[in-house]
């Protein structure tokens, strides 16, 4: 089933196959991925509380969403595609920067990702897919900084990563 392959890629991001989602986690092997991070017109970051349900990073924050593409579809369409999923919305987003990261996570899989960032600004209605998300929330940088210092536990590793990132990308725009 295409839901469950990802994109297996270079470290320039050349696809090399694809496998099933779990198998590529379990061995950690690096392939292709997305990170949505939304603004409101204050400058305030989108936050949502991933659903106890997830199989990794289960009740922790982390950016807007973050999936994968599938084998047949643009990053970019993937991107628009998660954020309707997880938060019932869609607006335009902007390609802000690519990375390569790989951490530990939780039941012993590994994300070693080819990740994409892109960068949106909303201000309308949440319609949170509570089998994905069980809380957001808007919160000012500086705030999501000192939480991050305080109680990094509670954040995903990938948020962990990649914030410093976006708000340098975003303070640039």
């Known amino acids: 089933m295409k ?36 603004y409101d017109s204050q400058g305030r970051m989108l936050l949502q509380k991933r659903a106890a349900g997830k199989y990794h990073g289960a009740g922790l924050w982390t950016n807007a969403c973050c999936s994968h593409p599938y084998p047949d579809e643009t990053t970019e369409a993937a991107a628009e595609r998660r954020l309707f999923e997880e938060l019932g919305f869609v607006v335009p987003l902007k390609k802000a920067f690519e990375f390569i ?57 990938w948020f962990k990563i990649a914030f410093p990132r976006v708000v340098r990308a975003f303070k640039e725009t």
């Open 3 to 38: 839901e469950t392959e990802v994109i297996l890629v270079t470290e320039d991001d050349q696809p090399v196959g694809t496998m099933e989602k779990m198998e590529v986690h379990r061995q950690g092997l690096l392939h292709r991925a997305f990170s949505v991070f939304i």
């Open 101 to 157: 990261y790989k951490a530990k996570v939780e039941n012993d899989l590994i994300e070693h990702e080819y990740d994409h960032v892109f960068i949106g600004n909303y201000e309308g209605e949440i319609n949170l897919n509570e089998d994905e998300v069980s809380d957001y929330r808007f919160a000012d940088l500086s705030q999501i900084e000192s939480d991050l210092e305080e109680q990094p536990g509670n954040f995903t590793s």
